[in-house]
C-alpha cells in the first residue's frame, strides 16, 4: 500500500475511534449530571421542609447547579432559607421567585 494511503487509513481510523470514544464519555457525564440534579433538588427540598413552617408553598427547579426557589414563605424564614440554600454542596447559586408573606 502506498505510505501516503495508510497515513489517511490511520488519520480516519484514529479520527473515529476518538469520535466513538468521545460520544460515550459525553452521554455517560449526561447521565450523572440528569441524576446529580435529582439528587440536589432531594437535599435542597429537605433543607426547606426543615428550615420553614410551610414547605410545601415552596416550589424547587434545579439546573446545573443552579437553584431557583418560588413560592410563598414566612418573611421571617426568608433570609436564613436562602442563606442556607447558597451552602449546600453541589448549589452554584440560588435565584429567589420567593414572595414573603407576614403570616400563614
Not at 23 to 28: E, F, G
Not at 30 to 57: K, T, Y
Amino acid at each position: 500500500m502506498h505510505p501516503i494511503l495508510n497515513l489517511l487509513a490511520s488519520f480516519a481510523a484514529g479520527a473515529a475511534a476518538m469520535y466513538w470514544f468521545d460520544s460515550a464519555v459525553s452521554r455517560r457525564q449526561a447521565g450523572r449530571m440528569v441524576l446529580s440534579q435529582s439528587r440536589l433538588r432531594e437535599q435542597v427540598q429537605a433543607c426547606i421542609g426543615r428550615l420553614v413552617s410551610h414547605p410545601d408553598a415552596i416550589q424547587v427547579a434545579v439546573e446545573g447547579g443552579v437553584v431557583r426557589v418560588s413560592g410563598h414563605v414566612l418573611a421571617s424564614e426568608q433570609d436564613s432559607l436562602l442563606s442556607q440554600l447558597t451552602h449546600l454542596p453541589g448549589v452554584h447559586k440560588v435565584h429567589n421567585a420567593l414572595s414573603p408573606v407576614d403570616d400563614a
